[in-house]
């Protein structure tokens, strides 16, 4: 019996596309949700495929500031909508000062 690597339709593809230049800094998005919901909102944005991270800015307000390549921007805005029909998001217009 052949093996999954050579059959046609079991292979990956390989990438043809222009590598993208690195990225000089990440983006960030701060969010706030409710503190009862942060597991859920790790778990779920876990299982994005490392699209994201997240670390808490301030656990008793639930705020979150959320880290992506700016060339995943549209992969994350995606997790983050999806991931709002199963958590309260509340997106932050601002960008809270993190040294407090």
Do not use: G
């Amino acid at each position: 019996m052949p093996d999954a690597a050579s059959l046609p339709a079991l292979r990956r593809r390989r990438d043809r596309s222009a590598p993208l230049p690195p990225a000089r800094e990440s983006a960030a998005l701060y969010l706030r949700l409710p503190a009862e919901q942060t597991a859920l909102f790790r778990f779920l944005l876990e299982a994005r495929e490392n699209v994201a991270y997240f670390t808490v800015l301030d656990r008793r307000e639930a705020l979150i500031k959320v880290v992506f390549s700016p060339h995943m921007r549209e992969q994350a805005e995606a997790a983050l909508a999806d991931i709002a029909r199963s958590v309260s998001l509340e997106r932050l217009p601002y960008q809270p000062d993190e040294r407090d």
